[in-house]
């Protein structure tokens, strides 16, 4: 018999998400199920899915309930799981609210990549506590064609390798995910960041997701960003106490990212809900199906 499940659409600057409200977490998303919502041609179209479930009621956010009602269950479009999503939480911060399960002011997210502290402005912005960058030891190169570049390596709870370039066109069409060297050091793949300066303390990005290819925006990345273009200018606010903050363009839209002294990366920007509706479980069957 079919039924329906209630959908919603959403972005944070064009970086863009399929919404699946589940508080009980009754509805299973295998990965060919996400990647068919996320097919942009045959289903409903997004970079990633936000799956939105109470984290008592989710085995991997179980041990964070406590602490945080909410538990984003962020999955990429090619149907992967990742740790984090920069833009995704903030969208899933705004549905939250519009949906009268959260009200303005300051709430706590749970993800993959531990609990995030979000606040929400009335009628602006929303600001994300990202938790503090890691930089993994050793040397990594990124390519794309003819082109090679040193990388910085950053984690911020998912692999970002983040090269200076001269001209953002040089990253090519980005159809294919660039190479990089050593092989062994994303095993589990990463999401290549490339930046140019625009001014002081102001960069621009390009990005290739790791598991959706390019996109618009990825805040994770343009937090990456910051750090990265912080350390190569010289800038540490664990060293002077004083916060640094950048601001970095996308395709998509502008994101601002302030390192504190404490090491905490916050980033701030919009998140907009664009539309609402009903996907019927007759389609989900018929792409078993064909996909069992
Ligand atoms: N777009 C995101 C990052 C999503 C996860 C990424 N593709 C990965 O696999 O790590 C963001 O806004 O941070």
Known sequence: MSTRIAFLKGHGTENDF??????????????????ALCDRRA???????????????????????????????YRNGDGSIAEMCGNGVRVFAHYLRRAGHVGDGDIAVATRGGVKSVHIDKEGDITVAMGKALFPEGDVTVGVADHTWPARNVNMGNPHAVAFVDDLAQAGSLYSAPSFAPATAYPHGVNVEFVVDRGP????????????????????????????????????????????????????????????????????????IVAEGEIDTDWLTVLETVNP
């Open 201 to 272: 303390r102001h960069v621009a990005m390009r990005v290739h997701e790791r598991g959706v290819g390019e996109t618009r925006s990825c805040g994770t990345g343009a937090c990456a960003v910051a750090v990265a273009a912080a350390r190569r200018d010289g800038l540490d606010p664990a060293a002077t106490g004083a916060p640094v903050t950048y601001t970095v363009d996308l395709p998509g839209g502008r994101l601002v990212i302030t390192e504190r002294a404490d090491g905490e990366i916050e980033m701030t920007g919009p998140a907009v």
């Open 18 to 35: 399929v919404i699946v409200p589940d508080p009980e977490n009754s509805i299973e998303l295998p990965p060919a199920t996400v990647a």
């Open 43 to 73: 289903g409903v179209g997004g970079d990633g899915l936000l799956h939105v479930v109470r984290s008592a009621a989710h085995p991997d956010a179980r041990h964070l309930a406590a602490e945080a009602e909410w538990f984003m269950d």
